[in-house]
T-cell receptor
Framework: GIQVEQSPPDLILQEGANSTLRCNFS?????LQWFHQNPWGQLINLFY???GTKQNGRLSATTVATERYSLLYISSSQTTDSGVYFC?????????????FGKGTMLLVSP | EPEVTQTPSHQVTQMGQEVILRCVPI?????FYWYRQILGQKVEFLVS????????KSEIFDDQFSVERPDGSNFTLKIRSTKLEDSAMYFC????????????FGAGSRLTVL
C-alpha cells in the first residue's frame, strides 16, 4: 500500500516561532488531508489539499502532487497549537476513501 | 458547521463483553467509516460503508467486528467479544462522496478494556 512519511517526528518551539512540517507519500493521491489531534484526542481537519496551496489564518499548506510531498506551515505559533499533526492520503487507485495516515509530528509550543 | 457525533466519549468494559459504539454522520453524507488509534500510534482504517453494505475493510476488521446502519441517522460499530488489545480510540468519519472528497471525523470514542 501507499507509504506516508512525516518529518520531523517531534518539534519543540517557543511561542511566536514559525515551523514547517513535511509529509512525503509514495504514490499519486486524490485526497490529502492535514489533521491536528488535540490533547483530548480529537482529530481536527485543517486542510483538504491534494494539490495546490491553501491558507487559513496562521496556518497554510502546500502540496506538490508531482513530487509527492506536502508541507504544513505554522506561523506565530501559540501554545494551543500543541498536539500531534497528521497527514493522511488516499491513493488514486483506491476505490473508496481509505485514508492512510502518517505517524504524525508531535508539536510542543512552550510559553 | 455540520459535525459527526460519536457516543459514548469514553467506555470502560470487561474483557469478553460486547461493545457498541455509535455515530451520527453528517446528514447528507453517503459514505461512512470507522478508524482506530491505539494509544501512541497512528490512526488506522477499519472499514468503509456505503449503500448499506461494507465497501472495503482492513485486515484489522475481523469477525469480531461488525457495522450497521440501523436507521436513517445512526452508524454503529459492534465489537462482539472485546480483548485487551481492542483498547483504543475509535473514530467515525463520513464523506459526501468517495475518492477525492473530504472526510469529516468525529471526536472519537475511547474504549478501555480491562
Amino acid at each position: 500500500g501507499i507509504q506516508v512519511e512525516q518529518s520531523p517526528p517531534d518539534l519543540i518551539l517557543q511561542e511566536g516561532a514559525n515551523s514547517t512540517l513535511r509529509c512525503n507519500f509514495s504514490d499519486s493521491v486524490n485526497n490529502l488531508q492535514w489533521f491536528h489531534q488535540n490533547p483530548w484526542g480529537q482529530l481536527i481537519n485543517l486542510f483538504y489539499i491534494p494539490s495546490g496551496t491553501k491558507q487559513n489564518g496562521r496556518l497554510s499548506a502546500t502540496t506538490v502532487a508531482t513530487e509527492r510531498y506536502s508541507l504544513l506551515y505554522i506561523s506565530s505559533s501559540q501554545t494551543t497549537d500543541s498536539g500531534v499533526y497528521f497527514c493522511a492520503v488516499d491513493p488514486f487507485y483506491s476505490g473508496y476513501s481509505t485514508l492512510t495516515f502518517g505517524k504524525g509530528t508531535m508539536l510542543l509550543v512552550s510559553p | 458547521e455540520p459535525e459527526v457525533t460519536q457516543t459514548p466519549s469514553h467506555q470502560v468494559t470487561q474483557m469478553g463483553q460486547e461493545v457498541i459504539l455509535r455515530c451520527v454522520p453528517i446528514s447528507n453524507h453517503l459514505y461512512f467509516y470507522w478508524y482506530r488509534q491505539i494509544l501512541g500510534q497512528k490512526v488506522e482504517f477499519l472499514v468503509s460503508f456505503y449503500n448499506n453494505e461494507i465497501s472495503e475493510k482492513s485486515e484489522i476488521f475481523d469477525d469480531q467486528f461488525s457495522v450497521e446502519r440501523p436507521d436513517g441517522s445512526n452508524f454503529t460499530l459492534k465489537i462482539r467479544s472485546t480483548k485487551l488489545e481492542d483498547s483504543a480510540m475509535y473514530f467515525c468519519a463520513s464523506s459526501i462522496g468517495s475518492g477525492a472528497n473530504v472526510l469529516t471525523f468525529g471526536a472519537g470514542s475511547r474504549l478501555t478494556v480491562l
